[in-house]
């Protein structure tokens, strides 16, 4: 059978549509077929009730104080107050942990979404299995294998900033103040655990509303205060959970919203969040509760494997060529028809 050029393009394109359709469908099966990671069974994690929660910002500069980061402050307070407030508004080079707010209407009550506020604190989420460190090229970021901190590796870090895209919580930030730059988020005061410290944004919490402990403890500790009806008194613990050396902080317990967030979004994070406003509304995203490191590693380990479709497409590309150019070069001389 004969196949013209066009016939040969059209099946041609057909055929590499097809393959894309089955590339698809192929990257959907590996996608289902990663299995998110697991957190070590010893992982340790900080649960953060955000009803708790007064926003003094001790945690703000604890964690300044612990890491060597210099304050934040706004060019509108210096002309008064030059060095005295630390002021971060968000995340930045130099701030790991902040304290923001929401508010709504007559911001009258506190924990309450409409004429209401309510404080949420942010800094990395050390996810169970983070895109950071998926993306990363060199390495430079790390999740421990003991205690599923997620480190940065300075040495290693070639500046890309792929991880400040992939984070899904926009958590790693760039310092441009340091030569070469360098990613700034927070390591869970890892250097102060290996001391038998706890993370100092805990150990200065005044309420408990930041709470180190191990991660199954503390998602157990998050589930049994959903369980407590409210307003019913509560003896919650601070610093560090089953520390029974400090006093406990009895409040009433607040009318949370039915989640614990970070159990399963984004496929966990060992930083749990507990609210009485919904979570979105305190800036936290709404995640499928898979990891996208494992779809995207998933989609592009089946986008290696099935490499085999444009290869055998440009194998037919090349033959066309080829027995397009043999008739012009290599086949026997045609007569002209306008030779007499
Ligand atoms: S919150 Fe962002 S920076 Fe922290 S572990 Fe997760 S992906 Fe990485
Ligand atoms: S764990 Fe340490 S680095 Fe992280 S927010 Fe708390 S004080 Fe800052
Ligand atoms: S120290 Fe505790 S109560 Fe104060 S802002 Fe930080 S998390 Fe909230």
């Known amino acids: 059978m004969s196949l013209n050029r ?50 003094c910002k001790a945690c703000v500069a604890a964690c300044k104080a612990a890491n060597g980061a210099p304050p934040v402050v706004p060019p509108t307070l210096t002309d008064w107050n030059s060095g005295i407030w630390d002021s971060a508004e968000d995340l930045d080079g130099r701030t790991l942990n902040v304290i923001k707010v929401y508010v709504n209407g007559t911001r009258e009550v506190k924990d309450r979404e409409i004429d209401g506020f309510a404080f949420v ?140 967030y970070g159990k399963k979004d984004g496929g966990g994070t060992q930083l749990l969040y507990l609210s009485a406003v919904p979570f979105e509304k305190l800036g936290l995203p709404t995640l499928p509760q898979y990891s996208f490191a494992g779809m995207s590693e998933g989609i592009q380990h089946t986008i290696y494997k099935w490499f085999i479709a444009p290869i055998v497409l440009l194998g037919l590309l090349l033959a066309l060529t080829y027995r397009s150019t043999r008739h012009h070069h290599g086949g026997p001389a045609q007569p002209s028809p306008h030779k007499s």
């Open 121 to 260: 604190k942010r800094h990395c989420l050390h996810c169970i299995d983070p895109s950071c460190v998926s993306v990363c090229p060199v390495s430079a970021m790390l999740k421990d294998p003991v205690t599923g901190i997620v480190s940065y590796d300075q040495d290693a870090c070639m500046g890309c900033r792929y991880c400040s895209y992939a984070c899904p919580f926009g958590v790693p930030q760039f310092d441009l103040s340091v030569s070469y730059g360098r990613i700034n988020k927070c390591e869970m005061c890892s250097h102060l655990q290996a001391k038998g410290e706890i993370p100092a944004c805990c150990d200065v919490c005044p309420t408990g509303a930041s709470l180190f402990g191990k991660l199954t403890d503390l998602q157990d500790e998050a589930d049994a205060r959903l369980e407590v009806s409210a307003g019913a008194a509560y003896a919650f613990p601070r610093g560090r959970l089953g520390d029974e050396t400090r006093p406990k902080h009895t409040a009433a317990i607040a009318s949370y919203q039915n989640k614990v």
């Open 6 to 55: 066009r016939a040969f393009l059209t099946r041609s394109v057909s055929g590499a549509a097809a393959a894309g359709a089955t590339l698809g469908a192929q990257a959907e099966a590996a996608t289902l077929a990663r299995p998110d990671r697991a957190a070590p069974p010893d992982a340790v994690g900080i649960l953060y009730d955000s009803t708790l929660c007064i926003g």
